[in-house]
Structure formats: C-alpha cells, structure tokens
C-alpha cells in the first residue's frame, strides 16, 4: 500500500493539521498585506512621463511716492522685494514705474524737463521679453520705465506630480529697485519755476503655481 494512504498515528495527524492551518492563515495575512499595495508598487514602477496642467496666482504690490525737486537736481528713490517671496514660490513676472507731473508755476508757459531710469541687479540669466529702462519728456506727459519677463508655462511633463520642474523664464527675489528721477527746469518766467513735484508709482506683479492637474 502507498504510505501516503496508509493510516496515520493521530499524533501525526494533528501536526498535519496544525501545519496546514498554520500555512492557510499566513496565506491569508499575505494576501491582506500585498492587495492594498497593489496600486502603490504599479505606480513606482510607472516611469512614464504625463502631461499636466498648471495655472498660477498674481500678487501686485503697488509703491507710491512723491518728492520736490529744484533745477538740476535728481533723487533716487530704491525698493526691494524681500527674499521670503522667493521661498514661498513667488517670482517676478513684470516691473512698471509711472512718474508724472505738471507745470506748477502759474503763468509759465513751458513744461520742466524731467527724466527716469529703472536699474537693479538680476539673480537670474534670464532676458527679458521687453523693456524700456530710461526716458526723458518736456511736455508734462506721463514716463513709464517697464521690465516684462516671459510668460511662465501652461503645461509640463513629469512622472508625478512631484518631479514637476518648469522652466520658468522669470525674476527671482529678492531684488532691489532703484528708480532714478532729474528735474531741468525750462521755464519762460525767470525765477519763477524752482521746485517741481513729481509723483512716482511702481508696479510689480509677481505669480506661482496655484494648481497642478494630470491631462
């Protein structure tokens, strides 16, 4: 007779039992470990690159100020943009500094000459797609001095969401302004056009990612 058939003592009996209960129950804690993780191990393993949607948020800080200048005379007036913009994902989309005045001295028929530069030192290699950094007017219209980077990414590739590195062609912070301003006064009334006030505004608009969606 095969030993296999034959009859066993019921010592041997109940190891085989035990044996294979013990097998049956690590088979099932298996199954439960590996079954909810089936996802997690296909998604490592998925190296292919997806195409994702991102848009962006704008923050503009607007600074005004207004100073009085004689003949001749210039002033400088200097901004900054603080670091901890950079580190909360903001970078500069666009610089604009708008200087006006008018002729104050009653009866003077000619407008003072005033002139403006925008300078400051970049932290990237990044050109700008336009700008105009110096002007100079006589007949008390407005100069605006204006720096314009590119326009960030509506879209990139990556494998997830967190490998998302665009190529952002845009300032960083921090950054310091300086904006320049020269009063020449024309005047066809002698000593009757000293001082002149002039009003400056600058415009900065900053942007980041807000949203981040898989095509």
Request: charged share 25%.
């Amino acid at each position: 007779m095969n030993e296999l058939l034959s009859p066993r003592r019921p010592e041997e009996e109940k190891a085989s039992i035990i044996f294979f209960t013990v097998f049956v129950l690590l088979l099932i804690v298996d199954t439960l470990i590996m079954y909810p993780n089936v996802d997690s191990w296909y998604e490592i393993y998925d190296i292919e690159e997806k195409d994702w949607n991102l848009e962006y948020e704008s923050l503009v800080m607007v600074e005004e100020s207004s100073i009085t200048l004689s003949d001749g005379g210039s002033e400088i007036l200097t901004f900054a943009i603080a670091e901890n913009y950079s580190m909360d994902g903001w970078m500069i989309q666009s610089i604009t500094s708008l200087i006006d005045y008018d002729e104050s001295a009653f009866g003077d028929a000619d407008c003072d000459t005033v002139s403006s530069s925008l300078s400051f030192i970049p932290n990237t290699q990044v050109v700008p797609e336009s700008e105009s950094l110096e002007e100079r007017v006589s007949d008390c219209s407005q100069i605006e001095l204006s720096v314009a980077w590119h326009q960030p990414p509506s879209n990139a590739s990556a494998i997830s969401e967190e490998d998302i590195d665009p190529e952002f062609r845009l300032e960083a912070p921090p950054l310091t302004l300086d904006v320049e301003i020269t009063l020449n006064v024309d005047s066809t009334i002698p000593n009757n056009d000293n001082d002149e006030q002039i009003n400056m505004e600058l415009v900065i608009e900053l942007v980041r990612i807000f949203s981040v969606e898989q095509n």
